[in-house]
């Protein structure tokens, strides 16, 4: 078992990080594949339906997000420090409060969705099927944030493998449900969604099932106090990743919009598929931050600067190495892809490959900014980390999507994140260099 406080190497860092990593790739496999199910077996128009609202779900989910990376961060610090029984009160605290907020955004997601469903624009079936989609899955969205918080803890618990082996069956049970309920028996969007809610159950309440056992991790689910300070802490810490997903559900719903304008339902669609590639290539560069993020909060709470520095320059060169691969990568499976998902109508086709021929360029610079803001939550500096996200996710992506189709047409669209991501990127190393003799990183 490889321990926190050890010295990393490239071979030991990746053993550590690849759970985190496989983990985030296969909770976002939940909706993608929801998304080629119903594209092949219900039609372009439930796809759209299951695109136009996604945002909303994940956007109401992140919570969940901002608690685990927040909290994992101060855990792992407070464990550092040499406090472990101070740190599973801080943790079992943050579950449950995790669980009595998911209820409370299950119950007005439900209400609210129509409205926000006719506010993107939704009409007729695509509007009925958009909220018939959304109350299913809030069903399961308490369950579906403590999975986003488990990611973490699991971590933070030295148990990274245990946590995969979770998500692994919360992915494989939904895959199974779709390809049962939507490609035999033929439920289409219910089935795509009632798939969904049971792989989210299960990835949600088995870990919550294994921490309040007596188990072999650094953490126990058990007793504890309201500590207001180390939650408040915690959302401040995690604010950046609240902030990168409750922006990526405003922008992605703006896409939807400025797609509508100027391609209608098929640029939805299209903009969907591009975004299911997207979910898994990000995936690896979250996965990594989420990973890491315990050991850097370890080091940075034990006063280990060489460890850090060590983290800081490997985490840099690995980032650049999946740009490279990941932005290839995307090319060359363009044409395949594309027609896996929507070959079905050659105008869509047409449409989705020529987006993400420009879209795909991201991923050389998108892994910088989501280190660069996961480092900074790690050392517990949730304002730096929450100004990059919030540059990166919502202000420039707005004026980019916004300005950019008035010049260059639909192109325009596609290319709106690439030009965010550059803008975030000098902000990013901005940040690192002012702050790297604070921290003593580099």
């Given amino acids: 078992m490889i321990q926190l406080s050890e010295h990393f190497t490239y071979k030991k860092l990746l053993r550590f990080v690849i759970p985190s990593i496989v983990m985030m790739i296969f909770t976002s496999i939940y909706n993608i594949v929801d998304g080629f199910f119903v594209s092949n077996f219900a039609g372009k128009t439930a796809l759209a339906s299951i695109n136009l609202i996604l945002p909303i779900v994940m956007g109401l989910a992140s919570f969940g997000f901002m608690i685990g990376t927040g909290g994992s961060a101060i855990v792992a610090k407070t464990f550092g420090e040499g406090k472990k029984e101070k740190a599973n009160e801080y943790f079992s605290m943050l579950v449950y409060a995790t669980i009595i907020l998911g209820i409370i955004l299950s119950i007005a997601g439900s209400l609210l969705v129509p409205h926000i469903a006719k506010a993107l624009g939704a009409q007729g079936e695509l509007l009925s099927n958009s909220i018939l989609y959304a109350r299913i899955n809030f069903i399961s969205l308490p369950a579906f944030m403590l999975q986003n918080v488990f990611q973490s803890f699991f971590v933070t618990a030295e148990k990274p493998k245990i946590g995969l082996c979770f998500i692994l069956l919360s992915g494989f049970t939904n895959i199974i449900l779709d390809i049962v309920l939507v490609a035999i028996l033929g439920f289409g969007l219910t089935g795509a969604a009632l798939a969904t809610v049971c792989g989210e159950m299960l990835g949600g309440f088995a870990p919550l099932l294994y ?20 939650l408040y802490y915690t959302c401040i810490n995690g604010s950046s990743e609240l ?9 992605n719903s703006l896409y939807n919009l400025q797609l509508m304008k100027f391609a209608g339902e098929n640029g939805v669609a299209a903009y969907g598929f591009i975004m299911y590639v997207n979910f898994i290539f990000v995936a690896i560069y979250i996965g990594y931050s989420m990973g890491s993020a315990p050991i850097i909060s370890y080091n940075y709470g034990a006063g ?6 060590n983290m800081f320059k490997k985490s840099l060169t690995l980032v650049a190495i999946w740009g490279i691969c990941l932005a290839s990568l995307a090319q060359l499976l363009n044409a395949p892809l594309s027609k896996m998902f929507v070959g079905y109508d050659e105008a869509l086709l047409n449409l989705t490959q020529q987006g993400f021929r420009i879209y795909a360029l991201v991923f050389l610079l998108s892994g910088f900014d989501i280190f660069g803001s996961s480092f900074f939550t790690a050392l517990n500096n949730g304002v730096v980390s929450a100004v990059i996200s919030f540059l990166r996710t919502l202000v420039f992506q707005i004026g980019a999507v916004i300005i950019l189709p008035a010049i260059f047409g639909l192109n325009g669209i596609w290319s709106a994140v690439v030009v965010a991501e550059a803008l975030t990127l000098l902000v990013t190393i901005t940040c690192l260099v002012r702050y790297r003799k604070r921290y003593h990183y580099a």
Avoid: C, P, Q
């Fill in 243 to 251: 902030m990168t997903n409750i922006s990526s559900s405003i922008v």
């Fill in 304 to 309: 280990n600067h060489n460890e850090l520095k």
């Fill in 211 to 230: 921490f309040a056992r007596k188990n072999s991790s650094l953490l126990k689910l058990g007793k504890t106090k309201f500590y207001g300070r180390t």
